[in-house]
């Protein structure tokens, strides 16, 4: 395992001295002084380690709006037990009456918290900002499994204790849950949102209408329509209150898409990016991809660089020689492999001339 994505606290750290104010603090933001430390080496371990490493590389680069955003990740294996809350003491809570996830039964599903700092997950105990649900077999209720007090301690706190003490999910996990369940397959085993600055101060400009926003981006960086185009560029949600069951279904919609592959990433218009992968980094490349584009096309608008974006006629030609390229590239290769074909004799279709030419 790669170390620099190690939280120091999967590795046996010792917690603050008991009775002390940070330890009261740990307590109340969900840490759990019974269970075992998670492994490194898990698969739970790891995903911890990613999420504190596109925490604090998102804050370095200041591609946060003021460290908001949340991930998550569905694991493919169930974590070991003695790292959990009992099943029967984990707090139980009711998913939205449109989210149904019965696909996900008994699964265990990795999450920020709702409030928590995406650039402290990798120096803090994983417990204050994470936490671990699993799904009921019903598929519309889920149980807080890690980074929450137990049911008995908050049966045993008063009102207003609860009130100030309650560890909850990102509010926005219902996306999370409803795209794992359709489109785990498909590659979707991590997601995560974040708030860039840069792509949503170009949201509120000329060029943040849907018809305009891709195509403003790709002008400015010739690889981004070889990468995106083939799946659908950005899916755009008009924007909306977040954590509601509408954005789940129509961020589904977009992922899907009716190509293959699906898309990588949705822009929830002057809110942030949700963007999909095989893993948490995997997924927050896409993300910073089209944040490090949105920075490059503003800086050199508010410095005044001449840095004239790519016109469709160029980024067309880009595409065409590409794959006319690639093409060349298959066949040349065929060739190699054909014994039948003469070596001076030039394939049909073939355009050897004039590659990488623009008009």
């Known amino acids: 395992m790669v ?46 380690g990613q999420m504190g490493w596109v925490g604090a590389h998102a804050h370095a680069h200041d591609y946060l709006w003021a460290s908001a955003g949340n991930m998550g990740v569905i694991l493919s294996e ?6 959990l809350i009992t099943y029967e003491d984990a707090p139980r809570h009711a998913l939205p009456a449109a989210i149904v996830v019965k696909g996900l039964a008994g699964r265990h599903v990795l999450l920020t918290k709702s ?21 009921e077999p019903d598929g519309t209720h889920y149980r807080m ?13 008063t009102e207003s204790e609860n009130a100030s003490q309650s560890c909850v999910p990102t509010s926005e ?15 979707f ?34 690889e981004t329509p ?15 209150v977040p954590g509601i069951p509408e954005l789940s279904y129509e961020s589904l919609r977009l992922f899907e898409n009716g190509s293959e592959p699906m898309r990588h990433i949705l822009y929830w218009i002057g809110h942030g990016t949700f963007s999909r992968g095989a893993d948490l980094l995997d997924a927050y490349k896409h993300a910073e991809y089209f944040e490090a584009v949105a920075r490059m096309a503003w800086e050199a608008n508010q410095r005044q660089v001449s840095a004239e974006a790519y016109s469709e006629e160029i980024v067309n030609c880009i595409l065409r020689e590409f794959n006319a390229n690639r093409s060349q590239s298959t066949d040349e290769s065929a060739e190699q492999h054909d014994s039948t074909v003469p070596l001076d ?15």
Not at 192 to 220: A, C, M, W
Not at 348 to 355: E, G, H, S, V
Request: charged letters at 20%; aromatic letters at 12%; a negative charge.
């Open 173 to 187: 996990m219902f996306h999370y849950l409803l795209i794992f369940e359709q489109l785990e397959k498909h590659g």
């Open 145 to 157: 499994r890690f980074g929450t007090q137990t049911q008995s301690e908050m049966n045993n706190s």
């Open 78 to 83: 169930p974590v070991d037990a003695k790292c």
């Open 345 to 359: 004799v030039e394939p049909d279709n073939r355009t050897p001339d004039n590659l990488y030419n623009y008009p």
């Open 115 to 135: 409030g928590s700092r995406l650039d402290l997950i990798g120096i803090e105990h994983p417990a204050l900002n994470l936490t671990v649900i699993e799904v």
């Open 226 to 240: 070889i990468i995106y185009d083939a799946s659908g560029g950005i899916g755009f949600v008009q924007e909306r």
């Open 189 to 222: 085993q991590a997601l995560v949102h974040l708030q860039p600055k840069f792509l949503n101060l170009i949201s509120r400009t000329e060029y943040g209408h849907p018809d305009r926003f891709y195509s403003f981006l790709k002008g400015y960086e010739p």
């Open 3 to 48: 170390s620099t994505l190690i939280n120091p606290y999967l590795t046996h750290q010792q917690p603050p001295p008991a009775h002390s104010y940070l330890y009261r603090q740990w307590r109340a933001r969900g840490y759990q002084p019974g269970l075992h430390p998670i492994s490194p080496d898990s698969e739970l371990g790891t995903c911890i």
